[in-house]
């Protein structure tokens, strides 16, 4: 690809507004709760589009415009099915309790409902999470800056690295906030006119239909699977991800989603950051908004790549060892529709989500390090400067551990399945454990903890004892998957499973917490306060109502 | 608390004007598969969204003196 000086210049303004963000609000940050957590006092609206922004990652444009190439519309199921039910349930549901009881974080949460070890065990594999998303983030974005700019990987990670930890060492959350909400704009911007086109020039979605129902796709079904979410997932052989509706609709609707979006606290960070119980309820919900419109900007352009690819005008799906390069359909089409200036806005915009992708993990790493390992377990009671100086100590840490996850990444092909993959191994159990904390009141530490842990091993054992795509099946080889994908809600379905009878089991056994230690902590325990007086599309559960309506017609729009 | 309306205004506002300056200095500069002046009509998109942001933040800015 081939960039003009107007591209760089693009770039280059960007990055200085990136960082004068960082500069402006260094001052702002006088205690750890400035640094790490914000103080409480993000406006709503914000806190929703870095609610979304934080998420937007590698893995959602690069992955999900090749997903919609190698895949279709059935990929939108992680918006419409995923996403938005589980985002309106945190916000209504959840929220009250992660901002009502003043917790700084998702793992000090469980410490006030459980117990020090549930504690521990969320805090410890959180941060090795967090880390690793930020390694592939940091990994894909080194690809990407090789590509177009030429530069070897070392020094487009190095490089990156440095841009990220700048402004989050100055501003902590709150620059990273700021600058993930300037990211969204752009990626808005720099993405939607490329879907405009490409639809257009396709022939519109008529045209995209017509064309591809007249072609075979690689896998052996008919090209029409591309246009419809619904009408293929029967069975697994009818659609190229190779899923049927109960694992789609148990495994990434409930468990996966519920899973990441209800207990990420890279994502409740976010709302935790908001400056009212309100607004951090509505934030989730709010941001259910764009995310719905997501699928249009990230996946449609790549559907249409693949219609493009069987007319001649010129454009074929980019090729790897033999078979297409899904991971590089969106910035090949940018190549073919945008000229110099705009491509130099599209490419900002994708180097813009890697870098908030890893600035958001960065200061989730920061929040639980500092709080929840370092002043539980290494040196408690200090005063609150000694804690500010460990965070901004720890973002150099993190973005020093994350470099060398980038390099670890470099040996999987696939970002999106490998990151689905270690979600589904630690995200899948954990929503069963918060499940049974917020809204059963006789679960007891002790279920949490084994509940979590059994969990997680049941997560690895059903990976380890099949296999899809040639993964998996270190264990032995009982059952076959047709994907990789339904090997990954499965292995939810399961963690997830294990995890919340488990938790029964062993808390029906356990000396339960007698109930006044419970309230602010637990649903039935806990009266939720309603906005009266104020007007509906302030009020989360009018606003929530409005919005999953909007999802429901989408899914069935394109059924 | 730095209204987050005004450095994002102020970058699309500029950000707008490149474009829709190239859009107008260069009107041949076309992408391979689109004969549409792409820079010229993202760049006003861009210019009327920038300056939408810093109106509000300067209505914010005037109603709490």
Redesign the interface.
């Given at each position: 690809m081939k960039l003009a000086a107007?591209d760089y210049?693009?770039l280059a303004?960007?990055f200085a507004?990136v960082l004068?963000?960082g500069w402006?609000?260094r001052k702002?940050i006088s205690t750890s709760g400035d640094f790490l957590t914000s103080g409480h006092?993000?406006p709503v609206w914000?806190t929703s589009l870095a609610f979304l922004a934080a998420n937007l990652g590698a893995q959602e444009l690069v992955g999900m415009s090749g997903n919609g190439a190698k895949y279709g519309i059935i990929t939108a199921h992680f918006y419409w099915v995923g996403a938005v039910p589980a985002m309106i349930f945190v916000g209504l549901f959840m929220m009250p309790f992660y901002y009502g009881s003043r917790a700084r974080s998702v793992p000090e949460y469980l410490k006030l409902r459980f117990d020090e070890k549930t504690r521990g065990l969320n805090a410890l594999s959180f941060a090795g999470m967090t880390i690793f998303s930020s390694g592939i983030s940091m990994y894909a974005l080194g690809l990407l800056m090789k590509l177009v700019l030429g530069w070897s990987f070392t020094t487009s990670v190095l490089c990156s690295a440095a841009i990220v930890l700048a402004y989050t060492f100055l501003g902590g959350l709150?620059s990273a906030i700021?600058n993930e909400?300037?990211q969204f704009?752009l990626i808005v911007?720099g993405f939607s006119?490329l879907a405009i086109?490409a639809v257009a020039?396709a022939g519109g979605w008529a045209g995209m239909s017509a064309r591809l129902s007249t072609m075979t796709l690689p896998t052996g079904q008919n090209g029409d699977v591309m246009v419809h979410s619904w009408k293929y997932v029967a069975h697994t052989a009818d659609n190229p991800m190779g899923i049927e509706v109960f694992g789609l609709v148990a495994g990434l609707g409930f468990v996966m989603s519920f899973g990441y979006w209800c207990t990420d606290f890279l994502v409740i960070q976010r709302a935790m950051a908001a400056n009212s119980m309100s607004a951090s309820r509505r934030t989730p919900v709010i941001a259910a908004l764009p995310k719905m419109m997501m699928p249009f900007i990230v996946i449609v352009p790549g559907i249409a790549a693949l219609a493009?690819s069987q007319m001649d005008?010129?454009?074929s799906l980019p090729m790897k060892n033999g078979g297409p390069d899904y991971d590089q359909v969106l910035t090949t089409l940018m190549?073919?529709?945008?000229?110099?200036?705009?491509?130099g806005?599209g490419l900002t915009g994708l180097m813009a989500s890697f870098m908030s992708g890893m600035a958001g993990n960065v200061t989730a790493f920061n929040t639980v390090f500092t709080y929840d390992i370092y002043q539980t377990y290494i040196r408690p009671g200090r005063p609150d400067h000694h804690y500010l100086t460990v965070g901004r100590m720890t973002t150099i840490v993190g973005v020093a551990l994350s470099i060398c996850t980038a390099y670890l990444a470099q040996s999987y092909n696939s970002i999106n399945d490998l990151l689905q993959l270690v979600f589904s191994f630690v995200n899948a159990p954990l929503f069963g454990t918060f499940l049974l904390g917020m809204f059963w009141k006789r679960a007891t530490g002790h279920g949490a903890f084994f509940g979590l842990l059994s969990g997680t091993c049941a997560a690895a054992l059903t990976h380890g004892f099949t296999v899809a795509e040639g993964k998996g099946g270190w264990l032995g080889q009982v059952h076959h998957f047709p994907s990789s994908m339904a090997q990954n809600f499965w292995i939810a379905i399961m963690a997830w499973t294990v995890c919340f009878t488990t938790t029964i089991v062993v808390s029906l056994a356990t000396q339960p917490r007698p109930e006044k230690e419970l309230v602010g902590l637990v649903y039935s325990l806990t009266p939720l306060k309603h906005d009266e007086g104020v007007s509906w599309y302030k009020r989360p559960v009018p606003l929530a109502i409005a919005i999953g309506t909007l999802a429901l017609i989408l899914n069935f729009w394109f059924a | 608390?730095?209204d987050?309306r005004i450095?994002?205004g102020?970058?699309?506002v500029?950000?707008g004007l490149?474009?829709a300056g190239?859009?107008i200095l260069t009107p041949g500069?076309?992408?391979?598969?689109?004969d549409?002046n792409?820079?010229l009509?993202?760049?006003f998109?861009?210019l009327a969204?920038g300056s939408f942001l810093l109106a509000l933040a300067w209505r914010a800015a005037h109603k709490q003196p």
């Amino acid at each position: 690809m081939k960039l003009a000086a107007i591209d760089y210049f693009i770039l280059a303004l960007y990055f200085a507004f990136v960082l004068g963000i960082g500069w402006m609000l260094r001052k702002k940050i006088s205690t750890s709760g400035d640094f790490l957590t914000s103080g409480h006092s993000v406006p709503v609206w914000i806190t929703s589009l870095a609610f979304l922004a934080a998420n937007l990652g590698a893995q959602e444009l690069v992955g999900m415009s090749g997903n919609g190439a190698k895949y279709g519309i059935i990929t939108a199921h992680f918006y419409w099915v995923g996403a938005v039910p589980a985002m309106i349930f945190v916000g209504l549901f959840m929220m009250p309790f992660y901002y009502g009881s003043r917790a700084r974080s998702v793992p000090e949460y469980l410490k006030l409902r459980f117990d020090e070890k549930t504690r521990g065990l969320n805090a410890l594999s959180f941060a090795g999470m967090t880390i690793f998303s930020s390694g592939i983030s940091m990994y894909a974005l080194g690809l990407l800056m090789k590509l177009v700019l030429g530069w070897s990987f070392t020094t487009s990670v190095l490089c990156s690295a440095a841009i990220v930890l700048a402004y989050t060492f100055l501003g902590g959350l709150t620059s990273a906030i700021y600058n993930e909400v300037l990211q969204f704009f752009l990626i808005v911007f720099g993405f939607s006119p490329l879907a405009i086109m490409a639809v257009a020039k396709a022939g519109g979605w008529a045209g995209m239909s017509a064309r591809l129902s007249t072609m075979t796709l690689p896998t052996g079904q008919n090209g029409d699977v591309m246009v419809h979410s619904w009408k293929y997932v029967a069975h697994t052989a009818d659609n190229p991800m190779g899923i049927e509706v109960f694992g789609l609709v148990a495994g990434l609707g409930f468990v996966m989603s519920f899973g990441y979006w209800c207990t990420d606290f890279l994502v409740i960070q976010r709302a935790m950051a908001a400056n009212s119980m309100s607004a951090s309820r509505r934030t989730p919900v709010i941001a259910a908004l764009p995310k719905m419109m997501m699928p249009f900007i990230v996946i449609v352009p790549g559907i249409a790549a693949l219609a493009l690819s069987q007319m001649d005008v010129g454009y074929s799906l980019p090729m790897k060892n033999g078979g297409p390069d899904y991971d590089q359909v969106l910035t090949t089409l940018m190549g073919k529709f945008y000229p110099a200036g705009m491509l130099g806005v599209g490419l900002t915009g994708l180097m813009a989500s890697f870098m908030s992708g890893m600035a958001g993990n960065v200061t989730a790493f920061n929040t639980v390090f500092t709080y929840d390992i370092y002043q539980t377990y290494i040196r408690p009671g200090r005063p609150d400067h000694h804690y500010l100086t460990v965070g901004r100590m720890t973002t150099i840490v993190g973005v020093a551990l994350s470099i060398c996850t980038a390099y670890l990444a470099q040996s999987y092909n696939s970002i999106n399945d490998l990151l689905q993959l270690v979600f589904s191994f630690v995200n899948a159990p954990l929503f069963g454990t918060f499940l049974l904390g917020m809204f059963w009141k006789r679960a007891t530490g002790h279920g949490a903890f084994f509940g979590l842990l059994s969990g997680t091993c049941a997560a690895a054992l059903t990976h380890g004892f099949t296999v899809a795509e040639g993964k998996g099946g270190w264990l032995g080889q009982v059952h076959h998957f047709p994907s990789s994908m339904a090997q990954n809600f499965w292995i939810a379905i399961m963690a997830w499973t294990v995890c919340f009878t488990t938790t029964i089991v062993v808390s029906l056994a356990t000396q339960p917490r007698p109930e006044k230690e419970l309230v602010g902590l637990v649903y039935s325990l806990t009266p939720l306060k309603h906005d009266e007086g104020v007007s509906w599309y302030k009020r989360p559960v009018p606003l929530a109502i409005a919005i999953g309506t909007l999802a429901l017609i989408l899914n069935f729009w394109f059924a | 608390m730095m209204d987050l309306r005004i450095p994002s205004g102020s970058f699309f506002v500029l950000l707008g004007l490149i474009l829709a300056g190239m859009g107008i200095l260069t009107p041949g500069e076309r992408a391979a598969l689109t004969d549409a002046n792409v820079n010229l009509y993202c760049g006003f998109a861009m210019l009327a969204f920038g300056s939408f942001l810093l109106a509000l933040a300067w209505r914010a800015a005037h109603k709490q003196p």
